[in-house]
């Protein structure tokens, strides 16, 4: 009886606030237009406004921050309203708040009245509460929200800050929280797991996601959209470090080749701060560049239309939590979609090797389960050879380094094949014009060997070198025009 009791209390002091903050908007007007990403007054008043619609804005969530929740909130008001229902932002203005949508959102909010039969007087003479946040139960510090920390308090009570709630916040990071749940807190009778510092997984009581479709129901999908299953992956500026070995000082160049084996180095800096790469050519004719971004230690990406002049992509996994996403390897499929193999490091315990799928090749949603794991291995590369798909990894032992091989008839599931002792490693397979396949591997330079199976590799040959400069990480990419390569360059360390 007392948590009946205490569902109804919640639910009537919701349906209260929902009634002021209807009437406390009569006298506000949209004049900007609104997008995803942005932040301020009027992407709060747009949410105060959309949370009075169950069917529009069943999350409710009120942050100041327009992300995939509120996205969508706006394409089912425009979907209701006739505006507009397909499409995207940048074509059709689908998900975006542009004039059409301004203008009916500011017609509706002239015309709302006093609601569920309350007077005029009965609610001017009700408390108000501020549109500017000075609810008592709100943090006792403002300037503690947000603070892109998801503390303790927060993640026990859900209205004291929103705004660092990593559903609504991307760049927040999660803090620990204890078993003990909270009194005097509406979801206290709900305990908590501990969350590590870098996650951003929220408790799983306020996860407004569905469950992610298999890998089959993705690629049935006509209008696959990763951002409707998780939160994107987190990610946060980091200490730069000593120089050399972190991305924060690598450099990513490009060389040009006709038959995949003699390269031309361009000379031309592509990616300044950023490291292992990995390259598509899609149907638009883009070229898409994955590295590891050295400000953030994680994955992105950038694109460009010539394949030298590069702007962000700003790829992001979705339903990934965890903070490390490295060295990217991306195949196009049979199927027209993309698939992402990625390291996602695991100190302590053995390395795994993750996937995630995309239409697009910018927006990706993290497959389940883990494709391979092994003490040690880095950097995939990932080749379908006759019917079976390959990962060649590199792991670094006492005696030097191995290449070790896998192979699964589906992509997902992985079995070791065989291993190789060739005197480099951070492998990159490729298919050549010629039937034969090429693997790159580097050392202090770029070697290049071949073969007709994939296992057995001979004629070596030196690709890629700079003068006192290490050269590794090799990219390689079929484009009309013949093959590209990008690749790292950073300063020889002197031990």
């Known amino acids: 009886m007392r948590y009946k009791s205490s569902v109804l209390l919640i639910t009537a002091i919701l349906l209260f606030f929902v009634i002021i903050r209807v009437n406390a908007q009569a006298d506000f007007v949209f004049s900007k237009i609104l997008r995803r990403g942005y932040s301020g007054e009027e992407v709060r008043q747009l949410q105060e406004f959309l949370k009075t619609m169950s069917d529009i804005y069943p999350e409710g969530l009120v942050t100041g921050y327009f992300g995939p929740l509120t996205q969508r909130a706006v394409q089912r008001f425009q979907s209701k309203n006739n505006i507009v229902s397909s499409g995207d932002e940048n074509t059709t203005g689908y998900g975006l708040v542009g004039p059409r949508t301004r203008k009916k959102l500011n017609e509706l909010i002239a015309s709302a009245g006093p609601q569920n039969g309350m007077s005029q007087e009965d609610s001017t003479r009700s408390p108000q509460i501020s549109t500017t946040s000075s609810n008592p139960e709100r943090k006792i510090n403002p300037a503690l929200c947000p603070d892109n920390i998801w503390d303790e308090a927060e993640q026990k009570d859900l209205s004291l800050c929103p705004e660092d709630n990593p559903i609504n916040n991307p760049k927040s990071i999660t803090a620990k929280i204890s078993l003990q749940a909270s009194s005097s807190s509406a979801i206290s009778s709900i305990t908590t797991p501990q969350i590590s510092p870098l996650t951003t997984l929220a408790p799983t009581t306020t996860q407004p996601y569905p469950l992610a479709p298999s890998s089959e129901e993705i690629f049935s999908m006509a209008n696959f959209d990763p951002s409707l299953y ?199 397979v490729v298919r050549l014009d010629s039937g034969d396949y090429a693997l790159y591997i580097c050392g202090l330079s770029m070697w290049v060997y071949t073969s007709r199976d994939g296992l057995n590799w001979a004629n070596g040959k030196l690709a890629i070198a700079e003068e006192k400069k290490i050269v590794c990480d090799p990219a390689p990419v079929k484009t009309p025009s013949g093959w590209m390569m990008y690749y790292k360059v950073m300063d020889e360390m002197l031990y």
Request: charge should be negative; glycine fraction near 10%.
């Open 230 to 428: 998780g939160s994107p992956h987190p990610k946060i500026k980091q200490e730069p470090g000593s120089c050399c070995s972190s991305p924060y000082w690598h450099r990513i160049y490009s060389a040009r080749s006709i038959d995949g084996i003699i390269w031309q180095k361009d000379g031309i800096l592509i990616k300044d701060r950023a490291s292992v790469p990995s390259a598509i050519y899609r149907d638009d004719g883009t070229t898409i560049l994955y590295y590891v971004d050295g400000e953030y230690d994680t994955m992105d990406c950038a694109i460009s239309k010539d394949g030298k002049n590069f702007s962000p992509g700003n790829c992001t996994i979705y339903g990934f939590t965890e903070e490390k996403a490295w060295d990217p390897e991306v195949v196009k499929l049979e199927n027209g979609f993309y698939r992402l193999y990625f390291f996602a490091p695991k100190f302590g315990g053995e390395n795994r090797i993750m996937s995630a799928v995309s239409k697009d090749g910018i927006n990706w949603l993290r497959e389940k389960d883990v494709r391979y794991q092994q003490a040690g291995i880095v950097d995939p590369a990932a080749i379908k050879i006759g019917n079976e798909w390959k990962l060649y990894m590199w792991y670094y032992t006492s005696s030097g380094g191995k290449i070790v091989v896998v192979k699964s008839s589906d992509g997902l599931n992985f079995s070791k094949e065989t291993e190789l002792s060739l005197a480099g490693g951070v492998p990159e």
